[in-house]
């Protein structure tokens, strides 16, 4: 069975860093790409970035967090990184990560397949 847990969570100042984890297990990771959404209350889940597993490990980002998000994976452990820097409030939200078969949309939540349960990030003083 296809899981998703995300780690890494927790209170931040603003301009801080924070380097949330999502560990994968019970399917083909090269089939897949791993994606990392947030959720603020009241406000729709929005991607920030994604990664192919295989291959050239492409990456995508949202526009709102490129330069200061990045996205990595470690094949050994079948994780998959989201490094945040110079984070701001606007960034508290509940942060996931989620799966998707390889091709088609990164950036629409719509197809993403598998969730994990989601990790807190406040940034606050």
């Known amino acids: 069975q296809l899981q998703l847990v995300e780690s890494g969570g927790g209170l931040v100042q603003p301009g801080g860093s924070l380097r949330l984890s999502c560990a994968t297990s019970?399917?083909?990771?090269?089939?897949?790409?791993i994606g990392w959404f947030r959720q603020a209350p009241g406000k729709e889940r929005e991607f920030l970035a994604a990664?192919?597993?295989?291959?050239?490990?492409?990456?995508y980002y949202a526009d709102s967090v490129k330069g200061r998000f990045t996205i990595s994976k470690d094949n050994a452990k079948n994780t998959v990184s989201l490094q945040m820097n110079s984070l701001k409030p606007e960034d508290t939200a509940v942060y996931y990560c989620?799966?998707?078969?390889?091709?088609?949309?990164?950036?629409?939540?719509?197809?993403?397949?598998?969730w994990g349960q989601g990790t807190q990030v406040t940034v606050a003083s």
């Open positions: 989620a799966a998707k078969y390889y091709g088609g949309n990164y950036y629409n939540k719509v197809g993403y397949e598998y």
């Open positions: 019970g399917f083909t990771a090269d089939a897949y790409a």
């Open positions: 990664i192919v597993w295989s291959g050239g490990s492409s990456t």
